[in-house]
Nanobody, 130 residues
C-alpha cells in the first residue's frame, strides 16, 4: 500500500522548535519530489516548502524562509521539516505530499498547484502557544 505518514507535531511555545517527519511506504521516494503544506483553522491550504527529488534544491514560502528547513533522506524514505523560531501564526495542521516526474529532479515543485501531487499524508497538528 502506497502511503505517507506524517508525524512530529505537538504543542510548543513561541520561539521553540519542532521537526516534522514524513515517512514513505510502498514506494521509493528516490524519484519523487516532496512538499509540505499547512492549513490553519478557517484558512486555505498554504504551501510551506518543497524539495527536488534529488534533495538538493528547495523552495520556501516567504512566511517561513530562514526559519524552516526541508530535507530528504532517501535511505530512510523520510522527508523532514525542521521548524525553528516558531510563531503563533505557524499553528496549523501540516501535511506532506509527493509528486513524481523528471521535471522535479533538479528543482523543487510548485506549492501552488496542489492537484499535481500524487500522494498525501494524513497531517500532523502543530500548536504554537504560550
Amino acid at each position: 500500500q502506497l502511503q505517507l505518514v506524517d508525524s512530529g507535531g505537538g504543542l510548543v511555545q513561541p520561539g521553540g522548535s519542532l521537526r516534522l517527519s514524513c515517512a514513505a511506504s510502498g514506494f521509493s521516494p528516490d524519484y519523487y519530489a516532496f512538499a509540505w503544506f499547512r492549513q490553519a483553522p478557517g484558512k486555505e491550504h498554504e504551501g510551506v516548502s518543497s524539495i527536488s527529488s534529488r534533495g538538493d534544491s528547495a523552495h520556501y514560502a516567504d512566511s517561513v524562509k530562514d526559519r524552516f528547513t526541508i530535507s530528504k533522506d532517501n535511505a530512510k524514505k523520510t522527508v523532514y521539516l525542521q521548524m525553528n523560531n516558531l510563531k503563533p501564526e505557524d499553528t496549523a495542521v501540516y501535511y506532506c505530499a509527493a509528486v513524481s516526474g523528471s521535471s522535479w529532479l533538479l528543482r523543487p515543485p510548485s506549492v501552488t498547484d496542489e492537484a499535481q501531487y500524487d500522494y498525501w499524508g494524513q497531517g500532523t497538528q502543530v500548536i504554537v502557544s504560550s
